[in-house]
């Protein structure tokens, strides 16, 4: 199968203090009770919510009074995921797809076999064009993959019938981590072939979890937090200061851009429910609750639930049930949407830039650093190669003609042999 080589970009974290962090109301109707929304978003500032009984769309970044109702979306489809460009919707009938920013939908079951694609319980994003999808059958459970946004699914690991998949982690380079009931899985090329690791997790079983900057794991399962290194799987438990006693982890989300934590809790004996933040990896956390409501319950059905998000601006929201959707007054992490510079696996950074964005005629590359020998490459939304070419001598800028392009989304592509590069950019 070809892979398609894609690294999300990543930028300096610019969080908010814990005193600082407030909320405010995105002004919808009242979901009926027990009826949180789930959330997406996408690069364009688009921010979705969705539930059982209606889907909603921001075009101006989630904020106040700029919902309304998506209504060509389909119908009793809850759960909604997206990354830069592609919306995708659960549904009990099969996976519904968008490629136009939720104004159009259609199947995108190909590759699943049986009735699978009515069998699903979640999706995640590995980058802007590689995908996992969680399958939930009553004899067996399966994962599949797609490396091209959806246009077709491919089953790599069969498990059984209560080995249910609790997590999946990617460090945005190809590497991918799944965490099953009964182990961890690995895979270096975006999830084509997942390998058995053989590794036992501590009392409680695998759980909610995120992968940090540095390649260690933190996992909360229903004994509590463990921390673990990707590379040996050694499990230990982590005390966590600042939580109330008693609480539950209903929801755990990891910045974008950094590695700090927002989680939702729950305290079953007082019926009470916070949001808290974590700078230092989960040994600390901070309340972060000044103008959320009381009575806001947020998640409660484990990694699949996203009903927190935080969105390509750096907002964090929330789809608590009962209330009302509510997004943090100010960014707490730069937008994930602009940045210059590529995560390099090996080897030497290079700075990419682009000009101008968005474009008509043609496109101008700056790579400062070894351009001699490099592949450009345009790719559309689904990952599909519009046009490549190599820079045979040393050089710092190329002209790509893009005119004959359709407007849309696209991804100009650098791979120098140490490092893959990579940056959206808009054809008019």
Known sequence: MKKILYTLLAAVSCQAASAQISWQAAGVVTPPALAGYTLASTENNYVYASNYYETLISKTGGAPGSWTKLTSAPASAPAIFANDRVVFKLSSSGLYRSLDFGATWAFANNGMIGNDSTRLSGMVALDSTHWVLIHRGDNVKKVYISPNNGANWYTVVNLTSSNSVASVLSN????????????????DDWGDYLDPLGVSYPSGGAGQAVLFSDGNVLMYNSKGFYKANSGTWSWSGVTPAGLPSGYILRSM??????????????????????????????????????????????????????????????????????????????????????????????????????????????????????????????????????????????????????????????????????????LPFVKR
């Open 253 to 422: 989300v990891k910045s974008p851009t950094s590695d700090t934590l927002f989680i939702s809790t729950m305290v079953s004996a007082t019926k009470t429910y916070d949001v808290y933040e974590s700078h230092d990896r989960g040994l600390n956390w901070n309340a972060v609750t000044a103008n959320l409501p009381a009575n806001a319950r947020i998640g409660g059905n484990g990694s699949w639930s996203n009903q927190m998000h935080i969105a390509r601006n750096g907002h964090l929201f929330v789809g608590p049930d009962s209330v009302d959707i509510y997004r943090t007054t100010a960014p707490v992490a730069q937008s994930s949407t602009v940045a210059t510079v590529g995560i390099a696996a090996t080897g030497t950074r290079s700075t990419l830039s682009i000009t101008p964005n968005p474009v008509e005629t043609f496109l101008k590359v700056s790579l400062q650093g070894k351009g001699a020998g490099a592949e450009i490459a345009v790719l559309n939304a689904v990952g599909q190669v519009q046009r490549s070419e190599r820079i045979l001598a040393p050089a710092t800028e190329k002209v790509i003609g893009v005119a004959d392009l359709p407007a849309g989304m696209y991804f100009l592509r650098v791979l120098t042999g140490a490092e893959t590069l990579s």
């Open 172 to 187: 945005g380079t190809g590497t991918v981590f799944v965490l099953a009931a009964s182990t961890v899985y690995r895979s």
